[in-house]
């Protein structure tokens, strides 16, 4: 069986058919445009999302930066205190050293002055000793030398 159709009747169908088909194209197209426009909107909600995330950690960052930092500040503060303290330290101990040197020194010039003292002590002593016994002995002789006057004496007028 053979339709034949006429040539407006074929020109109409076809028109018809493109209609359908142009239709259900744009319908696809529109569809397409929406998913697209959806993928779009999701993409950039998450590009959104995530610059958020991306500020968020970066002023995280920041704030953890910026308290490193200060405690960096601290500690430096804290060993610079340190390092003067250990060196006030360094000179007290220092000082402590010349000071047990001095004393050790005048220590050693007052033993050598107690034995130069004792020394003189023992040879005052000996002179001490020895002016008296020549005073003694002064005395003895001037009471030998009376002795010997009276007896010259009695002598002289025998």
């Known amino acids: 069986m053979s339709i034949s159709l ?3 009747t074929l020109e109409a169908l076809t028109s018809e058919a493109e209609i359908q088909d142009f239709d259900s194209r744009s ?6 445009l929406q998913s697209r426009h959806q993928i779009e909107s999701i993409d950039q909600t998450k590009v959104q ?3 958020e995330v991306a500020e968020q950690l970066k002023e995280s ?3 953890k930066i910026s308290e490193i930092e200060d405690r960096l500040s601290e500690y ?3 060993l610079n205190d340190i390092h003067n303290i250990s060196k006030k330290a360094r000179e007290h101990h220092e000082f402590i050293e010349q000071t047990e ?6 220590a050693s010039q007052v033993a050598s002055n107690e034995e130069k003292l004792e020394e003189h002590r023992r040879r005052s002593h000996e002179r001490d000793r020895e002016r008296r016994n020549n005073e003694e002995e002064i005395r003895q002789l001037k009471r030998r030398i ?3 006057q ?3 004496r009695d002598l002289r007028e025998d």
Not at 27 to 32: L, Q
Not at 101 to 106: A, G, H, M, Q
């Open 76 to 78: 430096e503060l804290q």
């Open 150 to 152: 009276s007896e010259l």
């Open 27 to 32: 319908e696809y197209i529109r569809h397409i």
């Open 146 to 148: 009376e002795g010997l």
């Open 101 to 106: 040197d001095k004393i050790s020194e005048l």
């Open 61 to 63: 960052h920041h704030g």
């Open 6 to 8: 006429r040539p407006e």
């Open 49 to 51: 999302v995530v610059e």
